[in-house]
């Protein structure tokens, strides 16, 4: 599906889709409490969608109402899966649902997903897994899916590196359901602001997780519970990141509503990144404002939020000077390299970009439309329509399907800010 966006002025608001990593997370803790639990305004996205299916394979009951899932939980007692659990695109699925397939008292559990997701490695989780208790192995060696899991989960101890945050919050939602304590030491975490928005769901739930402040040592009480959830899910601010940096570039207003400056969320560091480079932001009873400002370009520690690069390695190209995106060499570990794949999609429209180990140095520059490639990941190819809508004539983009992961109204969104994009026939 090809997207072409032409050059546009975008200005009003954008109501936000919610939290795709709190939706997954209400349902994978729905999913494993006893009762029955209601998640208010989850995310409508495919993401959402392979969580919904993966917890449904393992035996919790989830059915669909105006705006919330019901969810009939299992009571920390998976069933054994009918079919293989296909995952899809979710990485985050598969991190999580890997997890809780090891609590099976019996049989055992087949994994897999997408082309991408089978890439993305998932080998540290699963060795962990296997020091705790379960057997966990890949069906073609090595670290990536498709995985065979049998139980049972017991606790223990083990060591893990964070490279991505995945594996810690897969490994924190589903001990506490083991029947012994479990002690994890993390000697490297990326993604940090990931495994505090877990702790924040495990202490709302009321399970005991005792850890350092710096989170290399977790201590996980076994034995433990979920009770049913009852919440409401707030707007991501993984999605919001392309309106609020679109908001920041020349004539542009944009007006983000639906969340919550309280949340957990690690993309909300983006407004401080849009501050640092200049754009004014309000925030209003209604949401929050971005104005057009010229921007300067400055030096970012990306390392809690690998996914809002791709929108500020576009952004980046409109600021004076030169803008350093640093310390994220995970972002390469995400649906695609985000850091070769922005390099090569932004020097197609002229940016002066080059590609560090770990991020990307972007220097000003006359970008123009072109044809880019969105390389089936959904922040690519939102990144690159707004780019597109700074640009005279038509850019296009292969590939525009890859945002139903988590933001499947973006173009409208788009749309109703003014800008210029539609589906090529």
Same mark, same amino acid.
């Not at 072409?4 to 999913?31: D, M, N, Q, Y």
């Not at 989170?215 to 609020?244: K, M, N, W």
């Not at 020349?250 to 969320?265: A, F, K, M, R």
């Given at each position: ?32 409490? +006893? ?41 920390? #007692? ?14 985050? $699925? ?64 083990? $060591? ?56 290399? +040592? ?61 754009? #004014? ?17 400055? =030096? ?34 995400? =649906? ?10 932004? +020097? ?14 972007? =220097? ?44 499947? $109204? ?16």
């Amino acid at each position: 599906m090809k997207l072409k966006v032409e050059g546009s002025t975008l200005r009003g608001a954008v109501s936000i889709p919610g939290s795709k990593s709190h939706t997954i997370r209400a349902v994978a803790i729905a999913a494993l409490a +006893e009762g029955e639990s209601l998640i208010e305004e989850p995310l409508e996205s495919e993401d959402a969608r392979s969580a919904f299916h993966a917890y449904t394979a393992l035996g919790a009951r989830i059915s669909e109402e105006k705006n919330r899932w019901r969810v009939q939980g299992i009571g920390g #007692r998976p069933q054994i899966p009918e079919n293989v659990i296909d995952t899809a695109n979710s990485g985050t $699925t598969m991190r999580f649902s890997l997890g809780s397939a090891a609590l099976l008292q019996g049989g055992l559990a087949v994994l897999t997903g997408d082309a991408q997701v089978r890439r993305r490695p998932c080998g540290p989780l699963a060795q962990s897994l296997t020091d705790l208790g379960a057997k966990v192995r890949a069906t073609r060696g090595g670290s990536y899916p498709p995985f065979v899991v049998e139980g049972t989960l017991r606790g223990g101890k083990t $060591t893990i590196e964070g490279i991505t945050s995945q594996y810690i919050s897969s490994l924190l939602l589903n001990t506490p359901l083991a029947e012994g304590n479990t002690a994890i030491h993390v000697p490297l975490l990326n993604e940090r602001p990931y495994v505090q928005m877990t702790l924040d769901w495990l202490k709302r739930q009321g399970v005991r997780v005792d850890y350092a402040e710096d989170l290399s +040592e977790f201590r996980v009480h076994g034995g433990q519970s979920y009770a049913p959830v009852q919440c409401r899910i707030p707007g991501d601010f993984s999605s919001a990141t392309f309106f609020l940096a679109a908001g920041a570039l020349s004539d542009n207003e944009v007006l983000c509503t639906g969340l919550d400056l309280n949340d957990t969320q690690g993309d909300k560091a983006v407004l401080d990144y849009l501050r640092q480079m200049g754009a #004014r932001i309000t925030i209003e009873k209604d949401g929050i404002r971005v104005q057009a400002e010229a921007l300067t370009g400055c =030096e970012i520690d990306m390392n809690a939020t690998p996914d809002a690069l791709p929108m500020m390695a576009t952004i980046a190209c409109f600021a004076r000077g030169e803008t350093r995106l640093a310390n994220v060499p995970q972002a390469r570990l995400k =649906e695609t390299d985000r850091i070769a794949v922005m390099r090569t999609e932004l +020097e197609k429209l002229g940016a002066r970009i080059t590609e560090l180990p770990d991020g990307l140095v972007i =220097e000003e520059s006359a970008l123009h439309a072109g044809m880019l490639e969105g390389h089936g990941d959904h922040r690519v190819v939102m990144a690159l329509a707004i780019a597109g809508t700074m640009l005279p004539g038509v850019t296009t983009i292969n590939g525009y399907e890859a945002a139903s992961v988590t933001f499947p $109204t973006f173009l409208d969104a788009l749309s109703g800010l003014g800008g210029k994009a539609r589906i090529a026939e």
